[in-house]
């Protein structure tokens, strides 16, 4: 069965249950999508860049593909990206293995530190909406890995090992996607690598949902990411679901390939040429899923706005220059999980 969001799903986490913190989503209603702008046929046409063939004589034809797909998709699938299967496998079962473990053993990491180098978020109740969003993720820093990887879990003991062979080749994989990015904009190949910090992973893990007295079940709602680009890596359980061409589609995995796609920050870099991705995680009734998300932020001084080769007369500064920690900081302040976001950081416009 393919995934779906579900009426009357699922609150039967023992971790969620466990949770006594309180959670209020503070987003607009607007921003809430309703089940009825959701075509859970659809499997959108995914935009598949082969990454063997930046490497080759065909370089300028697949960067025009990427800057294609992430102007009009927000998003694309990469296939021969050189991550080996065996990282890749080892990668998913470990983050199995972690969300099986006893709630006493996971919830040791659970915090509301959004600043925590590394924290567990459970799932919530949001009554006032009828709604659960399911997910749990294990959140932590990643790059470079020899600095962080004391302070990930020690449980099980093939953690260590497997996320940090998999984050390193993410990283790899990351950097050249950057490069490839930066030229289709016309820029130079480093341009954004120049700015470029962190690594930062979620491990998400969305339980085979069950009855629950609320309405709807959702993996994740509705949100963009504040982030340059997000890699993720999906197991073979469907649950992504993207906004284009006004519609709500599928992005079911594709075996070993990886889905990349633009955050926040890059819309601001683009100059709103490339669009943050708007998009969601649904639940299954049958299968657990598991993705690993792979978030890309630039260095807490970098400068972000607007590059200057991309205004001009015609295309006028969508935002001013601000820096990434600015970004950082009112993005908790705000309330808000999209790239609206960013209209804080409009550029005055002379009328």
Not at 298 to 313: C, N, Y
Request: hydrophobic fraction near 35%; include cysteine; charged fraction near 25%.
């Amino acid at each position: 069965m393919s995934a779906t969001i579900l009426p009357q799903a699922g609150y039967h986490l023992a971790s969620a249950g466990a949770n006594k913190a309180t959670y209020t989503y503070t987003d607009p209603l607007s921003e809430v999508p309703t089940l009825s702008g959701v075509d859970v046929s659809a499997d959108g046409s995914t935009p598949i860049i082969d990454m063997e063939a930046l490497l080759g004589p065909h370089r300028s034809e697949i960067i025009k593909q990427i800057g294609l797909a992430c102007e009009i998709n927000g998003f694309f699938a990469v296939k021969n990206h050189g991550i080996p299967e065996m990282k890749i496998n080892n990668m998913l079962g470990t983050a199995r293995e972690f969300f099986h473990l006893p709630d006493e053993e996971r919830l040791k990491f659970r915090s509301t530190d959004p600043n925590s180098v590394i924290r567990l978020v459970t799932g919530f109740q949001d009554k006032t909406r009828n709604i659960f969003v399911s997910r749990q993720s294990l959140k932590f820093h990643s790059h470079p890995v020899e600095e962080y990887k004391s302070q990930w879990p020690s449980n099980p003991p093939s953690f260590g090992e497997n996320v940090g062979e998999y984050c390193a080749s993410v990283r790899e994989v990351e950097v050249a996607i950057l490069e490839a990015i930066s030229e289709s904009l016309g820029l130079e190949r480093d341009y954004i690598d120049k700015i470029l910090k962190g690594h930062y992973v979620s491990i998400n893990y969305y339980p085979a949902c069950q009855e629950s007295e609320l309405d709807v079940t959702y993996g994740v709602r509705t949100h963009t990411d504040p982030t340059i680009i997000t890699i993720l890596m999906q197991d073979d359980v469907p649950g992504l679901q993207v906004i284009n061409d006004g519609k709500w589609i599928n992005v079911n995995p594709l075996p070993n390939a990886v889905v990349v796609h633009v955050g926040d920050i890059l819309q601001a870099l683009s100059n709103y040429r490339y669009k943050s991705l708007l998009h969601q995680a649904i639940v299954n009734c049958e299968k657990e899923r598991v993705s690993i998300a792979s978030y890309c932020y630039p260095s807490d001084d970098a400068m972000i706005g607007p590059a200057k080769k991309l205004v001009d007369k015609d295309h006028p500064a969508i935002y001013k220059d601000f820096t990434y920690s600015e970004f950082h900081e009112s993005m908790w302040q705000v309330k808000c999980s999209t790239a609206k976001r960013l209209d804080l950081f409009k550029a005055a416009r002379a009328d």
